[in-house]
Every structure is written in C-alpha cells, then in structure tokens.
C-alpha cells in the first residue's frame, strides 16, 4: 500500500468512527436549508470541540501551555488513545513529509503558539525537522509543500467578504495557481481545490481556531474587534467539513445572542454545504456530526 493510500485509510478510519447526534444551536442554519442527499456522504464524522477559560488574556496573549495541552487533548480523543505520542503517530509516521497550512490574516491569524504545538508534536513523531514547514500564501514554492505527503490544516474560523466565512476548506485555496477562479458564486465551489493534486487526499486532521472569533464584518477585509469574542476553543477533526460546519453554529449562534434576532450572514457560507454535496469532502450535516466536548463549557453555545 502507498503512503497516500495508507493517509487516506487512516483518516477515513477515524472519520468513520462517529456517534451519536448533537443538538444545534437555537436559529435555522444555512446547513439545514436544503436536503442532503444520502449518497453525498453518507458516513457520520466526530470532531473535538476544546476550550480552557485561561488559554488568552484580556490582551489575546496565547498562553503556550495551554494551547498545547487543549491541542493534545483533542488529538487523544478523535484517535482514541490516552497516550499524546500514541495520538499523534495515528496521523502522522516519520516517513512523512509535513506541510502546516497555516494562516497569516494580519487581523486575525493563526497563533504562532499554536503553530509551535503542532510542529513539536510533528517532530516528535519521528518526522525531521528540515521535513516539517509551516507556510501560508507561498506553499506553492516552498519544497516542502511540493514534496508533502501529509498535511495539517489550521486557521481561525471569521466572517469573509468573499465566502461568508473564513474557513478549513478555504484555506487551502491558494494550492490553487489562480485563487480568484474560485470566488464566484460566494466562493460556492471551494471544495474543488481539495481535489488538486497538490493537496489531494493529504491532509491528515484540521484545527479550526476559535480562540477569538470574528462573526460579523463587510467589506473585504472589514476587522472590529466589537465583533470578535473570547471563545476561547478550538474545533479539531479529521473532516474538515465538519469542523467548519461546527464553527458555522458556534458563530450562528453567537449572531443570534448580540442581534437577538437570526442575522444572515452579508455573503451566504455556503460553499460548506457544497462541499458534502456536490464534492463529497465530509460531513456538513449536523445531524450526522458528534462533537465531543472537552474543558470549559460556560458560554459554548452549542
């Protein structure tokens, strides 16, 4: 069996290995405006949702050990194993090559304290570090990412001008040559660049940060902290799709409590229903996701 064969199996191992429904948050989700074809994807999925009421001050300073110990966290329970090591040889072996998509959005990017987590679990997992690169925009240069054969997928979960929210699944959108081709349509067709050869059937599991959130803006690169919020997650999950669908009733909800009405988002977020539908990705249905729970619950909204 081939090492892309061998990612491919184990992640659609653990993404298999779901249970039961969780309950939505209150409101109608644009996940739910439309009937999900039973051949889309039929398996169920599980993601990890951890929070610590101590991971960011008041200041959005990251406090390093924290960040590690809710990622390990996380990690052990979608492997199902007790021991951190053991968790993360389940994702990744030395043999890998390791590209950690990560996220540089001046505003809101993905904490350098989390970047270091990943990559020390990567290397201790056997990988050498010149096999290990965290990159953003230029993965399409940089060696490693050409020589990849795992990836790991990170970036924080906000509201987009182009797609209605920043997510997993766009965040790969510049392993594409030209990214704007896929911005027609709310950027409906996203799903589409996990096909590409470069990252196709790669990625190995999917960090969406929900430390503090952006849940409203307009405009392509509108930023007010007033619409951010200690949160205080992450969303963790070998199905991108499903983490981004869980990150979608985290800000939903949210939407709801500072509105106090259901507030559609400025451009619809659909690409993250498309994804299941259309290009099979993973699970958007709520009703077919299991999140698992860890940590501080005070304020979690779903």
């Not at 056997?126 to 240069?141: F, H, T």
Request: aromatic letters at 6%; hydrophobic letters at 45%.
């Amino acid at each position: 069996m081939s090492r892309h064969q061998q990612g491919l199996t184990r992640r659609d191992f653990i993404r298999n290995a779901a249970g039961l429904t969780v309950a939505g948050a209150a409101g109608v989700s644009v996940l739910s405006q439309q009937d999900v074809s039973a051949q889309a994807a039929p398996a169920k999925a599980k993601v990890v949702l951890v929070r610590d009421a101590n991971v960011v001050d008041a200041d959005w300073k990251v406090n390093a050990k924290i960040i590690q110990r809710m990622l390990d966290d996380a990690v052990k329970e979608l492997a199902g194993e007790s021991d951190v090591a053991a968790a993360w040889k389940r994702f990744i072996q030395p043999n890998d090559t390791v590209g950690i998509k990560t996220n540089l959005w001046e505003n809101l990017r993905t904490p350098a304290e989390l970047e270091a987590a990943i990559k020390r679990r990567v290397i201790e997992a056997g990988v050498p570090e010149n096999k290990v690169a965290l990159d953003d925009v230029g993965i399409l240069r940089n060696p490693v990412f050409q020589q990849a054969t795992a990836l790991i997928n990170t970036r924080p979960m906000r509201t987009h001008h182009w797609s209605g929210v920043g997510t997993l699944i766009k965040n790969y959108i510049v392993f594409s040559e030209k990214p704007s081709q896929w911005h027609e349509d709310a950027c409906a067709n996203l799903a589409g660049v996990w096909d590409l050869p470069v990252c196709k059937g790669k990625t190995r599991l999917n960090i969406l940060v929900m430390l503090t959130p952006l849940f409203h803006g307009k405009g392509p690169q509108d930023f007010n902290k007033k619409y951010t919020w200690e949160y205080k997650g992450l969303v963790v999950g070998s199905d991108p799709v499903a983490c981004d669908a869980t990150g979608l009733r985290i800000l939903e909800a949210k939407r709801k409590e500072f509105f106090q009405a259901d507030e559609p988002f400025a451009i619809s977020p659909k690409h993250i229903r498309v994804a299941e539908e259309k290009y099979h990705l993973g699970v958007a249905d709520a009703s077919r996701i299991e999140v698992k729970k860890l940590g501080w619950a005070e304020g979690i909204l779903i």
